[in-house]
Antibody, heavy 129, light 108 residues
């Protein structure tokens, strides 16, 4: 059974930092691209970041570019999101999600993200003073 | 970046009714890279449909997806009590993922 378990959320002051983790099990983690998706309280879903299997391709939403860093450790079956310079608008539940259906774009030499077939239960990040 | 607009914002129906949810893209979606998710309160989203019309594993056949280009739809043929939830469409296959704002399906 595929399992994704996020951790690392909590209360942080504006301008602070936090590192989220996602522990994967039940599948060959190194064979799948991964994503972070967030949801502000009472709001819709917002894609945050994508990382390919070997970390060769990484994408970020404009809203977090330059502040967040996605990474993975295939030996530890883990996905990470380092969040710096946090703002009140970053308050949300952060989900890790497994990527399916993506492809390698020969023209650009980069991977393109797919849909999200498995999700963790999320970890809540609250940015407030 | 493709913008997805879902309609209606809220849909009020009764169990046994047929539900049709719409997702319109601001430009054509290549290769029908369009997915649908269901989210119930306090739960993570669940994949229903990918490739515009392919059902995900273990999804009942009362759920179906259709459309191409810029207009897509999710149809639930006969609503069950557990189907009342929020539904999101999602464009993928690019360097950024985009979600629609969601349609809340509520019991009338």
């Amino acid at each position: 059974e595929v399992q994704l378990v996020e951790s690392g959320g909590g209360l942080v002051q504006p301008g602070g930092s936090l590192r989220l983790s996602c522990a994967a099990s039940g599948f060959t983690f190194s064979s799948y691209s991964m994503n972070w998706v967030r949801q502000a309280p009472g709001k819709g879903l917002e894609w945050v970041s994508y990382i390919s299997t070997s970390s060769s391709t990484i994408y970020y939403a404009d809203s977090v570019k330059g502040r967040f860093t996605i990474s993975r450790d295939n030996a530890k079956n883990s996905l990470y999101l380092q969040m710096n310079s946090l703002r009140a608008e970053d308050t949300a539940i952060y989900y890790c999600a497994r990527d399916r259906g993506g492809y390698y774009d020969i023209l650009t030499g980069h991977y393109r993200g797919g849909y999200f077939d498995s999700w963790g239960q999320g970890t809540l990040v609250t940015v407030s003073s | 970046e493709i913008v997805l607009t879902q309609s209606p914002g809220t849909l009020s129906l009764s169990p046994g009714d047929r539900a049709t949810l719409s997702c319109r893209a601001s430009q054509s979606v290549s290769s029908n890279y369009l997915a649908w998710y269901q989210q119930k309160p306090g739960q993570a989203p669940r994949l229903l449909i990918y490739g515009a019309s392919s059902r995900a594993t273990d999804i009942p056949d009362r759920f179906s997806g259709s459309g191409s280009g810029t207009d897509f739809a999710l149809t639930i043929s006969r609503l069950e009590p557990e189907d009342f939830a929020v539904y999101y469409c999602h464009h993928y296959g690019s360097s950024t993922g985009t979600f629609g704002q969601g349609t809340k399906l509520e019991i009338k």
